[in-house]
């Protein structure tokens, strides 16, 4: 498969993503972008290969296109009418930050359970009483990365 | 599990106990807001076709992020 058409598919699962909330299946693909089943299978492959976005494990299924996840998670966020689900803190704020839109964030404290509400307006963070917290050094992200 | 968030020190502290953690890095809503803008104000864009090493360092020097644990 050309490059372009690998970047074109990206770009696609990200549209699907930003216009669903959802992430496209594979099977999604080959009417799309003229390609069998196993060429939309070998370029999910090969995307997840190059951290373009991620598989859950055994299957085609798509798991994460940071910030966005496929599934659902404690970092809830509503923009644009829709309501995400983000992989962690960071991309909680992630996701207004990449649709360029107004978001709100509910999550909560991983400790207390205490919910932890953010609001992103025109392009600013409002004050909140919470913090984030990083565990892993950067060099070692992307080793296990659903576990980051 | 990598990326939490929490309402005080005392319940990162308590959290990092009881995991028998060490203190990674920590961010005010403010400093997450811009490393978020930062790291995915382009994501959506069909040019984006990752980053490389440099391109990542850079960014992580632009926000002040310098320390070992941003080291790559």
């Not at chain 1, 549209?15 to 299946?25: L, M």
């Not at chain 1, 966005?68 to 704020?93: H, I, K, M, Q």
């Not at chain 2, 308590?14 to 382009?42: C, M, N, P, T």
Request: glycine residues 4%; contains cysteine; negative net charge.
């Amino acid at each position: 498969m050309d490059e372009d058409t690998l970047w074109e598919i990206r770009a696609f699962v990200y549209q699907h993503f930003a216009e669903t909330a959802r992430p496209p299946g594979v099977d999604e693909i080959p009417r799309r972008f003229a390609l069998t089943h196993a060429e939309a299978v070998s370029a999910f492959e090969e995307l997840h290969q190059r951290h373009a976005l991620y598989l859950q494990p055994g299957t085609h299924a798509i798991l994460m296109a940071n910030p966005f996840s496929g599934v659902e998670t404690p970092f809830r966020v509503r923009a644009n009418g829709r309501t995400y689900f983000a992989n962690c803190a960071w991309d909680s704020l992630g996701i207004p930050a990449a649709l360029h839109a107004d978001a709100e964030v509910e999550a909560a404290c991983a400790q207390s359970g205490e919910p932890i509400r953010l609001s992103v307006t025109d392009g600013q963070v409002r004050k909140a009483e919470a913090l984030a917290h990083f565990l892993i050094p950067f060099r070692h992200w992307y080793n296990d990365l659903p576990l980051t | 599990m990598n990326m939490l968030f929490f309402r005080s020190e005392e319940a990162l502290d308590e959290w990092l106990a009881s995991h028998k953690a060490e203190r990674g890095a920590v961010f005010s809503i403010q400093q997450l807001w811009e490393l978020s803008q930062r790291w995915y104000q382009d994501r959506m864009s069909p040019e984006y076709h990752g980053r490389t090493v440099k391109q990542v360092q850079e960014i992580f020097k632009e926000l002040g992020l310098t320390s070992t644990f941003w080291q790559i």
